[in-house]
C-alpha cells in the first residue's frame, strides 16, 4: 500500500516498507499484538492474543475491559506486533541496538455482535496462538455461544500499516575499529519449555509435545 502521513518513517526511512505479504507473515508469526488508544485520562497501552484472518485482526479482550470500551465506540488505534530476532552489539555502546521486525497498523476496530461469529473467532485466536489445540489430538473444548457473552471481539481491517526491520550489524565508525571489544550479534528466539501438567490431567494423558519455528507453539500432532 502507499504510505500515509501515519505511516512515513522520520527516522530510517531505508528500514520500512509497505509490503502486505512482508506484514501480514510478521503478523502471523508474532504472538501477540500491543493496542495503543487515547482515553480521557490519557493513552494507554495494552497487550493482548490476536490473528489474522484474510485482511483483517482479530483481537479479543474483556467485554467489560477499557480498552474494549473505548475501541469499540470507534476511537482509533494503533495495533503494533514486534518480533526481536538478536541484540547487536558494537565496538561502540551508542552503535548497540536490536535485530526487529515490527507492523503498525491504524485504524478503527468494529465489535463483532453475533455470539455464534464471536464464539467462533475466538476459537480462531486459541488455534492461532496453538496450531492444533481445537484440531489435534485430545482437542479442547471449543468456546460456547454463551461463553462469548463475557468476551468481546474486535475486528480491524489491515488498510493503512508500515513495516520496519532492523538486522545485520552495528554501524561503527572507523575511530572505533581498534577498539578492543567484541563485536556482532546475539540471535534471540521464543522457544516453549516442557509442558507442565494440571492435577486432572497429569495423571491421565501424555503431555504434547511442541515447537516453535514461527514463535507460536505449534501442537506436534
Known sequence: MAPTSRTTAQRYPERVTYDRDDAYAIL?????VHIGFATDEGPVVIPTLHTRVDDRL?????????????????A?????ATIIDGVILG???????????????????????DPAERADAL?????SVVPGRLTGPNPARRPSVEESEYTAVLTLPIEEFSLKVRAGFARDEPKDDQVEAWAGWIPLTTAPGT?????????????????????????DT
Open 123 to 127: 476459537a480462531q485466536v486459541v488455534e
Open 195 to 219: 509442558p507442565v501438567p494440571d492435577a486432572i490431567t497429569g495423571g491421565r494423558f501424555t503431555a504434547p509435545r511442541y515447537d516453535t519455528a514461527i514463535h507460536r507453539f505449534r501442537q
Open 76 to 80: 482509533p488505534v494503533c495495533v503494533t
Open 28 to 32: 502471523d508469526e508474532a504472538l501477540y
Open 58 to 74: 482479530l483481537l479479543h479482550g474483556s467485554a467489560h475491559g477499557r480498552y474494549i470500551k473505548a475501541t469499540s465506540s470507534g
Open 91 to 113: 565496538r561502540a555502546s551508542s552503535h548497540h541496538s536490536a535485530a526487529y521486525r515490527s507492523v503498525m497498523v491504524f485504524g478503527r476496530a468494529t465489535p463483532v455482535e
